[in-house]
């Protein structure tokens, strides 16, 4: 079965904060992807990528940085964090098919409170 | 640029009556389109894929028909079951764009 893990899975920082959010796929896929999902906008893509050291920019990249180190481990970095970015965070993986079959693999979420 | 639209933010429905959730689409190329599910405090999960050459997809009772003359791809089932209360996205294949989803209630 395929895996993606996200970690933390719930983070509480302040406005100004430095949040990491991981996450790791061992499903050999090329792409991952990081989205965040809130109530009326459903999923809205941040960044992607298509494998390591390379990185694509989404539909909503404004104070996000994305890193991905090794084809397993992608990166969401939020700087300095606003209320605004408030919301649950997914991260997915897919082979290069996956733009074409729709497999994508989903981790469990992250949810990210910034006071 | 490529977008999709879900006009139903919100559907009620009672259990055994029939299911349609709509989808309309823009793309510069001929794309192919999703309906993923998502079930309370759970991951998205792909439900449906299009196809090229007019089959109709089917999964657990849903099914979806690509139209490219109206640029739709509505998921349908012919009776509701009160399982299938969740969240439904329709995607896009441009870089899977999600639309801003439907949340389904089914009551008794």
């Known amino acids: 079965e395929a895996a993606v893990t996200q970690s933390p899975r719930n983070k509480v920082t302040v406005t100004g904060g430095n949040v990491t959010l991981s996450c790791r796929q061992t499903?050999?896929?090329?792409?991952m992807y990081w989205y965040r999902q809130d109530t009326g906008h459903g999923l809205r893509l941040i960044h992607y990528?298509?494998?390591?050291?390379?990185?694509q920019i989404g539909d909503v990249p404004d104070g996000y940085k994305a890193t991905r180190t090794t084809q397993e481990d992608f990166f969401l970095l939020l700087e300095l964090a606003s209320p605004s970015q408030t919301s649950l965070y997914f991260c997915?993986?897919?082979?290069?098919?996956?733009?074409?079959?729709?497999?994508?693999?989903f981790g469990e979420g992250s949810k990210l409170t910034v006071l | 640029g490529d977008s999709v639209t879900q006009t139903e933010g919100l559907v009620t429905l009672t259990e055994g009556l029939p299911v349609m959730l709509n989808c309309t689409y823009q793309?510069?190329?001929?794309?192919?389109l999703f309906w993923y599910v998502q079930h309370l405090n759970e991951a998205p999960k792909l439900l449906l894929k299009?196809?090229?050459?007019?089959k109709r997809p089917e999964h657990q009772g849903f099914h979806a028909t690509l139209h490219k003359s109206s640029s739709s791809f509505h998921l349908q089932k012919s009776s509701a079951q009160l399982s299938d209360s969740a969240l439904y996205y329709c995607?896009?294949?441009?870089?899977?764009?999600f639309g801003a989803g439907t949340k389904l209630t089914i009551k008794p």
């Open positions: 997915a993986s897919s082979d290069p098919l996956g733009v074409n079959t729709g497999q994508l693999y």
């Open positions: 499903n050999s896929h090329n792409y």
């Open positions: 990528s298509y494998g390591a050291g390379n990185l």
């Open positions: 793309s510069t190329y001929s794309p192919f």
């Open positions: 299009s196809f090229t050459d007019n």
């Open positions: 995607a896009l294949n441009e870089k899977i764009t």
